[in-house]
């Protein structure tokens, strides 16, 4: 039976945490430990609780969702990081900071239960793979200036994000596609790729080594790369863990 992931849910409304805790209750495989009710009593209970998730909310007095996000960062342990508010306009803010997610109040059901789904795969990758029988079918379809190129998954080597295009490399040619990197993953979940980075994913049959580079992120050597990928620290602990017998 996998562990509990735990949550601690920081918001300056007593509301707004209550309509969440109610909603996070519902899914067995997630432990609340902790709520703070504001920026500088979250990195408290952070340092106290060591919370594997934060769902934190954006707009609070004195510190805002974004300062206490980047103070986070100095933790020993960073936790995945779920911003919540009522203003859509931060969101491209708050991907700066590498969150997972971002939760428009009033929650939508759905929402968070995607959400939810992207933390398991993270911090459960086992347990997520197991709900659904893997297997891989046809090839994957990639439209470059019109033109469909059907590539086999197995020669993909990794995938990144580079303003509105991803970039598809193989161990034959690159590809320039306008399809979000979220969707290439999705398509790509039957094999063995890995998300490393919010604009990384990688096929972990060409790893070769993981090496520790600085503030607990580090560097993935890939068969067939040029250079060395950068790892999140956020993902570290996952990639680990599907790659280790």
Known sequence: METAITVLIVDDERYSRDELKHLISEHPSLSIVGEADSGENAIIKALQLEPDVMFLDVEMPKMNGMQTAKSLEELKKVPLIVFATAYPQFAA?????????????????????????????ILQPSSTENQTIKKPLGKLAVDEDGEIFYLDPKQIIYIYREEKVSKVITNKATYEVKTPLKDLETRLSSYAF????????????????????????????????????SVSRNYVKALRARLEL
Do not use: C, M
């Open 194 to 229: 890995f998300r490393i980075h919010k604009s990384y994913l990688v096929n972990l049959d060409y790893v070769v080594r993981l090496t520790p580079w600085f503030n607990g992120a580090y560097q993935l050597e890939v068969k067939g790369a040029k250079n060395t990928l």
């Open 93 to 121: 803010e708050a991907f700066r900071y590498e969150a997972i997610d971002y939760l428009l109040k009033p929650y939508d059901e759905d929402q968070l239960n995607q959400a939810i789904k992207r933390i398991k795969k």
